[in-house]
């Protein structure tokens, strides 16, 4: 916890370096002590598409209001954009010519984790498929009846994890601030967590079955991008090589991600396996879902052998892992490795017979339910 607090202030300092090169005013107008405004999604969405999407300066301010010590009078302008609703951070949702807000925050029960109820201007750069093209927003279902339809299964989700994974579920909240629930094919794209947002997890919930089960996986892998993003910040201090090297260009294997890449994939097994493991381990899941628990083990298993042993061909490629990793960084491998093994003792004489012959890349209870 005292790593991740010390790696946070490096990413504190940084956009209050950005916000005063561009607006020194408005440092003045905030409590410059808040660390939760500074690690505020919106404001790494901004900079980071300020250039890109042409985004007027103005739009700082108006991320920023919520956070002032003193409200002043609501500046909301370019928050709307093409859109007939604006989000403030801290403030709510508004509808056009209107100064009070029609919906307010919601905050997941029991936690500091925001969820978003509508859909956020800013955000929109952030969807992108498989080939890095924006889909458009026709395309995409996110709003507050999706949010109301699975609030439940999310809500009891977290209660599953911050009960059975409490250590963890601190560092969860340590980095996420909010969720954000939408609806899309997974042609265009899976859940996911992005820099250029970091600290939200987008969860694309676009199986009408989905419940509890299935929220604590997709909690635990994306915020376990999160969290690793956040351990990463500087990657000179996990990565002795160039870790933005492809995999296949190493090992000759087909797999168009980068070293960097694959470590995530791998601690985010590792997060999932913690969660579903220790919710099985207290009885916490009952028939259907006990089933659906043990299948996803299963299948990230699978999955993360295959990339276990891609990392360990790294390893061989470099004369050994202490050439690839620094210490951090092999104790994080480490980490994953004796989880994976845990978990794979534990379940293997059950998962061994079980057949996924019919599963996507995105695992579904129905498909798995119907072969075993």
């Not at 301010?61 to 604006?86: R, W």
């Not at 339809?149 to 996420?176: D, Q, V």
């Not at 990230?300 to 360990?312: A, H, I, P, S, V």
């Not at 003792?345 to 017979?353: G, S």
Request: net charge negative; with cysteine; charged share 25%.
């Amino acid at each position: 916890m005292i790593i991740i607090d010390s790696i946070q202030m490096e990413i504190i300092n940084t956009i209050k370096l950005l916000i005063y090169k561009e607006n020194p005013g408005l440092l003045e107008k905030i409590d410059f002590d808040d660390d939760r405004l500074f690690l505020e999604p919106l404001l790494f969405a901004y900079f980071n598409y300020k250039s890109e999407a042409l985004l007027p300066s103005e739009l700082l301010t108006e991320i920023m209001q919520g956070y002032f010590v003193t409200q002043q009078e609501i500046i909301i302008s370019h928050s709307f954009k093409n859109s007939s609703v604006a989000y403030l951070p801290k403030l709510g949702y508004f509808k056009k010519g209107k100064k009070t807000p029609f919906d307010e925050i919601g905050m997941i029960e029991n936690t500091n984790i925001e969820i978003l109820k509508y859909p956020v201007n800013l955000l929109q750069n952030i969807f992108r498929d498989f080939s890095g093209n924006l889909i458009p927003s026709t395309e995409i279902i996110c709003d507050n009846e999706l949010v109301e339809n699975n609030l439940i299964y999310l809500t009891n989700a977290i209660s599953l994890i911050k009960e059975n994974s409490n250590e963890h579920f601190k560092l969860i909240e340590i980095c996420c601030q909010k969720i954000l629930l939408f609806k899309t094919d997974t042609n265009r794209t899976n859940s996911f967590a992005a820099i250029t947002a970091h600290g939200i997890a987008f969860l694309n919930v676009y199986q009408d079955d989905y419940d509890e089960v299935f929220f604590v996986d997709d909690i635990a892998h994306q915020t376990g991008h999160i969290i690793l993003t956040t351990l990463f910040y500087n990657r000179k201090t996990i990565f002795k090589i160039d870790d933005e090297q492809n995999v296949e260009d190493i090992i000759k294997l087909k797999d168009h991600r980068t070293i960097y890449i694959l470590l995530h994939a791998l601690y985010t097994y590792f997060t999932t396996f913690l969660c579903l493991d220790n919710c099985l381990k207290n009885d916490r899941f009952k028939g259907k879902q006990k089933k659906e628990a043990i299948g996803r083990i299963g299948f990230y298993l699978k999955k993360c052998t295959g990339d276990l042993d891609r990392f360990k061909k790294i390893n061989t490629f470099y004369q050994g892992i202490e050439n690839v990793l620094t210490l951090e960084g092999m104790e994080t491998y480490n980490l994953i490795e004796e989880k994976y093994m845990e978990v794979f003792q534990r379940w293997d004489a059950i998962i061994n017979v079980f057949d996924y012959s019919n599963q996507t890349y995105n695992f579904a209870f129905k498909n798995f339910n119907e072969l075993n």
